[in-house]
């Protein structure tokens, strides 16, 4: 890249070619007003404000449209630009409302900042403005065109920013302009509304007060509030936000763009979710069984009453008796704490995050040793591959803002998008989504190796395969080939090729798995057989790896650094290795693995554990076995819930704690590349809960053991040389990049190719129906976006997801009632057809209170099965 | 469907003509106005459907050509001039003289379905102002007699 010299107003300046004008002063600090240009939307230099001027150039022109050059002498702020722009501004402002003292963009607006600045003083038309008339008696010509957006067009400017934005990063198609000239009006599409997930963003991006969300307009004024940096925890991508507070109270979050990890967008979820912080279902006060009820009490009490508990179970078990379950939206600071006070304080080991998982696992030592666990792929890696294979993964709804990196690949380098999917999503808009039988993925994913290599597509030399090994390859899945596995997956044998074909031209395909594959009943077959695709396409040479393998709870990776598992100590280092870990609470840890939820819950049902935490979880509607998790739960002698919520597990607690949220304490979390980011506190804690990290800080403290932690600042404080391996760092240090924990370890290439096998899974036959899960529009989990109304405006209401097909055959039309039962429970629901669904799968969104599909499942079957009846 | 086959047809048709899909609205819509006499949100429907484009562009590509009736129209659909030239030789006079004599406002079509006048922008045919175009005929120099000639040729057209 070859450097110009350029002199802005008087000042000597080296840039770079093909840097605009606009670019260079703004990298400078010179100040140029924009209003069409935004950083991440392509440049149309239609409203013409940035306007400069250019030595030996006859006219003015517009500096985010004109590339600066060598030996350019420019002027932004020169009589003529001034004038100039003063007269962008009286155009801009001829049918403007200048509602300025109703606006709630007032004191944040770029439009009034400019004017100003520049000093319009009076009108010279008297021709009464264009009014978009929405009510005749009133000013406000409000119009909701969305769930949460209100367009008020009178004072809109045409910057098109809003339709930029939704058409070219979104790739969504729900909003327009229409008309032209100074009619041009906003709308979504004719019968439609704005809705997509990411809409909210239209509202930040818009430089007048023409698009407001109903969340936050009019309740109160911006220079009233204070800002705090917080970090999104309802997906595990991390988007760095902002929390706008007033007196306590949080009235919107907004994006703190961050380049490296959220690109300057956030979802719906992020922006609207904060309200579940206010809901009054929060707890105010810890609660105790007395006569059988659950009446308020006193910290103190219930801290008497679970270490009464805690020394006589001790007793009477030995410290194996006590286990915990903790939710994977935690904290950091809590999960240090946690595991802190079971390990060194109580003694156990007994403590796991795997709620969601049915059946043993292996810990996934194999993939480990294939280095394919975790991952050191950046959000930002994201932009260069040109193929994305997405296998069993809706990426748009569980990871939104990573899909959108997908997406600038897919603008920037012709990337490519295949999904892999058993039931349709979302990102299909953006790519070729083939739609397989469930449960084939093994088949399929090692039928497209086959092709590739029987097809000689792959190159022997730079994968380090030799003719042996891809000879046993061959051998040892020749039940794989085309014809067999397309019938079994229900994909045709040309789409089979094809899509072979693709992933072998691709320079660099990246591999991302998501829900279905993490919650396969055999996770670690499929990402073997990955393995195996992306060693034969050659796209796991060198940094960063071309798998990943991405997974719910939005601080599931923080679960793994702080070592929430049985086997595990913080920094993922197993129990017997806690020497390797300087701090002095890990010496008298027990090296031996405590018990894992599966076991845990099998000692509970033996009576050998009879005391058990959980915090931040509702296992009674996630754990996959309804009927199993309420006996069992129901058994324990003591159960200690913490939680936002009187959830139903909470019912069913001996004693329930009131827990704060993340924006009631300070900490970080660690999103799905493993960075650490920190969080301020934005409010202060909601009536009388307390952290988790406080909690256990309390309660070790009634066992004569002194954390001393007055902060979450202090807990991070205490790890952040563990996890950084830097002894100077902490809280205030962190740099705004956060602190990248790599990962595990490396990938393995001379494992070579891994064999595979396929093994029927165990299921109900009696019931026609796959029973799948998911999550529904604008909702993450159970518990928290639930409570925003804001989120609750886009979908409120549980459904059972069927083909229409399916739905005509039993006679049900949309919006009918139906009945989904097996030989575990039944749900009562009413019906939707969705588009693309297999007509044998039943879909439903399990985020609802109304319903919970875990009372259908059964722990000894793998794949749930269903029958429909009508009702 | 509103578009019949035919339409359906030409439509398909102009895919190879351009290098981009979104060229191909432009004719879209003419055509499909040809068959229909107006254009709607339905329509705009259809023509994404057909050549695999988001509505959102057909519709909003529509609402930009003012030249295209959004609503059923009569027969005779009158475009009358109003601006510089046409308004310095009369236009707003002729135009209320035509409104009068058919009895309708701007925008509405006669009882008999046969008349909807409308006002435009510059024709392109200042030099023989005031104009109006009527279907795909421009009718010029008009003055009150003229009109009355060529309402009555219509009317008797049927
Ligand atoms: S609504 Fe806002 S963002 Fe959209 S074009 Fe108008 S001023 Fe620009
Ligand atoms: S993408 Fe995830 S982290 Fe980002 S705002 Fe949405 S829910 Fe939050
Ligand atoms: S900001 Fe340059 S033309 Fe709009
Ligand atoms: S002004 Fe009427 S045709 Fe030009």
Redesign the pocket.
């Known amino acids: 890249m070859s450097e110009i010299k350029l002199t802005i107003n008087g000042r000597e300046i080296v840039a770079t070619k093909g840097m605009t004008i606009l670019d260079v002063a703004l990298e400078n600090g010179i100040d140029i007003p924009t209003f069409c240009w935004h950083p991440k939307l392509k440049t149309v230099g239609a409203c013409r404000i940035c306007l400069v001027e250019i030595e030996k150039w006859p006219k003015l022109q517009v500096s985010c449209a004109t590339d600066a050059t060598d030996g350019m002498v420019v002027f932004t702020n020169s009589d003529r630009v001034v004038k100039a722009r003063q007269g962008v501004i009286e155009f801009i402002l001829l049918n403007h409302p200048l509602d300025c003292p109703t606006c709630d963009k007032g004191g944040e607006c770029p439009l009034q900042n400019v004017v100003y600045k520049y000093g319009i003083d009076r009108a010279r038309t008297i021709e009464p403005r264009q009014r978009f008339i929405v009510n005749e008696d009133s000013t406000f010509d409000d119009l909701p065109i969305g769930p949460e957006i209100i367009r008020n067009q009178n004072r809109c400017i045409h910057c098109f920013r809003c339709t930029r934005m939704v058409e070219e990063v979104f790739e969504e198609d729900d909003l327009g302009s229409y008309n032209r000239g100074h009619i041009t009006e906003i709308l979504p599409p004719p019968g439609r509304e704005i809705r997509n997930l990411y809409s909210g963003n239209v509202v930040e991006y818009c430089p007048v007060g023409a698009l407001t969300n109903r969340d936050f307009r009019y309740k109160v004024r911006v220079w009233l509030t204070e800002q705090k940096k917080t970090i999104c925890n309802f997906c595990p991508d991390g988007c760095n936000l902002t929390a706008w507070t007033f007196r306590d109270k949080i009235y919107r979050t907004t994006s703190r763009r961050n380049d490296r990890v959220d690109d300057g967008f956030i979802c719906d979820i992020g922006r609207y979710g904060y309200q579940f912080v206010h809901h009054p279902d929060r707890l105010t006060s810890p609660m105790i069984r007395r006569g059988g009820e659950l009446v308020e009490c006193t910290w103190d009490e219930v801290y008497d009453a679970i270490i009464c508990k805690l020394k006589s179970i001790k007793e009477k078990l030995g410290p194996e008796g006590v286990a915990s379950l903790v939710g994977e939206d935690c904290s950091n600071e809590d999960y240090y704490v946690i595991g802190k006070f079971l390990r060194s304080v109580v003694g156990s080991n007994s403590i796991d995050h795997r709620l969601h998982r049915k059946k043993k696992l292996s810990y996934g030592e194999d993939l480990e040793k294939l280095g394919i666990v975790g991952t050191n792929l950046t959000i930002d890696d994201l932009e260069s591959p040109d193929l994305f294979v997405i296998v069993g993964s809706d990426l748009h709804s569980e990871n939104p803002i990573s899909a959108l990196r997908l997406l600038k690949a897919k603008r920037n380098n012709d990337a490519r998008l295949v999904l892999i999917n058993p039931v349709p999503s979302r990102l299909s808009r953006s790519g070729t989504e083939y739609i397989h039988k469930c449960n084939t993925e093994v088949q399929l994913i090692t039928c497209l190796a086959r092709i590739i290599v029987r097809e000689k597509l792959y190159n022997a030399d730079e994968t380090g395969l030799d003719d042996r090994q891809i000879e046993k390859f061959l051998n040892d899945t020749d039940d794989f080939t085309i014809e067999n596995v397309s019938d079994a997956s229900g994909i045709s044998k040309d789409d089979l090729t094809l899509l072979a074909r693709q992933i072998a031209e691709a320079k660099r395909a990246v591999f991302i798995t998501g829900r279905h594959v993490s919650l396969h009943y055999r996770r670690d077959m499929v990402l073997t057989a990955l393995f195996n695709l992306a060693l034969i396409t050659n796209n796991l040479r060198g940094d960063p790896k071309g798998i990943l393998a991405l997974r719910i709870g939005s601080n599931n990776r923080g679960c793994y650094l702080f070592g929430m598992r049985p086997d595990r100590l913080p920094i993922n280092r197993r129990v017997d290795e806690k020497d390797s870990l300087s701090s002095d609470w890990l010496t008298g840890v027990s090296d031996r693995k405590g018990a894992d939820t599966i076991d845990i819950l099998r000692q509970i049902e033996e009576s050998k554990v009879e005391l058990t935490f959980a915090v931040g979880t509702d296992p009674v509607t996630s754990y996959p076995d309804y009927n199993y998790i309420c006996s069992t739960l129901t058994k324990l002698d003591f159960l200690v819930v913490a939680d936002l919520y009187l959830t139903e597990t909470a019912k069913i607690a001996d004693v329930v704690l009131p827990l704060s949220s993340c924006m009631e304490t300070s900490g970080s979390f660690c999103n799905w590349e493993g960075r650490v980011q920190i969080f301020e506190q934005v409010v202060n804690p909601i009536s009388l809960s307390r952290p988790a990290w406080q909690i256990f800080t309390d309660l070790a403290a009634r066992l004569e053991v002194e954390f001393g932690y007055k902060s979450g600042e202090d807990v991070f404080n205490e790890f952040a040389p563990m996890i950084s391996g830097d002894t100077k760092l902490n809280f205030r240090t962190v740099p705004e990049s956060g602190i990248c924990v790599p990962s595990a370890t490396p990938v393995n290439r001379s494992a070579g190719l891994q064999p595979v096998s396929v093994r029927a899974p165990e299921l109900d036959q009696k019931h026609e129906y796959v029973l799948i899960t998911g999550n529904g529009d604008h909702h993450i989990g159970r518990n928290r976006t639930t409570r925003s109304e804001s989120l609750n405006r886009f979908q409120s209401e549980p459904y059972v997801g069927l083909s229409e097909r399916t739905a005509n055959e039993l006679a049900l039309s949309d919006g009918d009632l139906v009945k989904v039962e097996n030989d575990f429970g039944k749900i009562v629901c009413v019906v939707k057809y969705i588009d693309g669904l297999r007509d044998d799968v039943v879909w439903i969104p399990d985020n609802f209170p109304e319903i919970s599909a875990n009372v259908l499942k059964n722990r000894e079957i793998e794949i749930d099965m269903v029958s429909l009846v009508k009702v | 469907m509103i578009l019949n086959d035919e339409t359906v047809k030409k439509i398909k048709a102009t895919v190879p003509i351009y290098p981009q899909r979104r060229s191909c609205i432009l004719p879209a819509l003419t055509l499909a106005y040809w068959q229909e006499g107006h254009l709607n949100d339905d329509i705009y429907r259809e023509i994404s459907d057909i050549l695999d484009l988001k509505t959102v562009d057909v519709a909003s590509a529509a609402s930009f050509y003012t030249m295209f009736p959004k609503a059923p129209v009569g027969k005779y659909y009158i475009q009358v ?7 310095l030789l009369g ?1 707003d006079s002729l135009i209320d003289y035509l409104a009068q004599k058919l009895g309708v406002k701007l925008g509405e079509t006669t009882e008999d379905g046969l008349f909807t006048v409308v006002t435009v ?6 030099t ?4 109006m175009q009527i279907n795909n005929d421009y009718y010029e120099n008009l003055t009150r007699e003229k009109v009355d000639q060529i309402l009555e040729d219509l009317r008797k057209q049927g």
């Open positions: 001039c109003h601006n510089i030239s046409c308004a236009a922008e510059c024709l392109g045919s200042c023989t102002a005031p104009v």
